[in-house]
């Protein structure tokens, strides 16, 4: 089945430090999502992607589809402590039958710790 | 705006227990889909239910069921509890694109 795997693992920075991360996927996709969840919450939809090489904003964050549709890059500018949590990318394909719509496989994540 | 809402927030079960854990979706969505989170992985699809029935399920056993109703709520259940379904367990919904809105789970501890 499809894959996705991001790095890093995870990341520990400085307030007003910038941060990269990325997801790789096994299969080619034809969305991409990011989504924020913290602890005891339910994963928040923060960017979609549905171009290759569309490069999208939401506030401080920017995420960009890979041209090769096989990756996603999402980077946050300035961070801020409330930018902690596990940050997850996902695309569309996780399930049999039906239309192809919203069956998500997700990354393993990525977790962010803030220091400030 | 109503978001997605789940109940109950948590829920504690003994091994071959059955559980039945609801959904309501966010007004105007009527696609529902579950996904299992175990403790440090990203979430699983489980199954997604359109128009009452299900549409595309992931790699669950079948004591893994789900219902959508008329109003686009859901359940979902599983029989014969196994430990290894200790789980937070999340509802998202959403009207028939690739962006799901989660509601914030139930954690299942089985016992």
């Known amino acids: 089945g499809q894959q996705l795997n991001q790095s890093p693992q995870s990341m520990f920075i400085q307030e007003g430090e910038d941060v990269s991360m990325n997801c790789t996927s096994s299969?080619?996709?034809?969305?991409w999502l990011w989504y924020k969840q913290d602890p005891g919450e339910g994963p928040v939809l923060l960017i979609a992607?549905?171009?290759?090489?569309e490069l999208t904003s939401n506030g401080r964050l920017t995420a960009q589809f890979g041209i090769t549709r096989k990756d996603s890059f999402l980077n946050i500018s300035a961070s801020i402590p409330s930018d902690v949590g596990i940050y997850f990318c996902a695309g569309p394909g996780g399930g049999a039958g039906g239309t192809s719509y919203g069956k998500l496989t997700f990354g393993q994540g990525t977790i962010l710790t803030v220091h400030p | 705006e109503t978001g997605v809402t789940q109940s109950p927030t948590h829920l504690i079960k003994t091994r071959g227990q059955q559980v039945t854990l609801r959904c309501s979706s966010q007004s105007g969505h009527n696609t529902v889909s579950w996904y299992q989170q175990a403790l440090g992985q990203g979430p699983q699809f489980i199954f997604q239910?359109?128009?009452?029935?299900?549409?595309g399920r992931g790699n669950f056993p079948p004591r893994f069921s789900g219902l959508q109703f008329p109003n686009y709520s859901s359940e979902l259940n599983v029989n014969a509890l196994e430990l290894d379904d200790s789980a937070l367990y999340l509802c998202?919904?959403?009207?028939?694109?690739?962006?799901?809105?989660f509601g914030p789970g139930t954690r299942l501890t089985v016992t």
């Open positions: 299969s080619i996709f034809n969305t």
């Open positions: 992607l549905y171009k290759a090489g």
């Open positions: 239910y359109y128009r009452e029935e299900e549409n």
């Open positions: 998202a919904s959403s009207s028939q694109g690739d962006e799901q809105y």
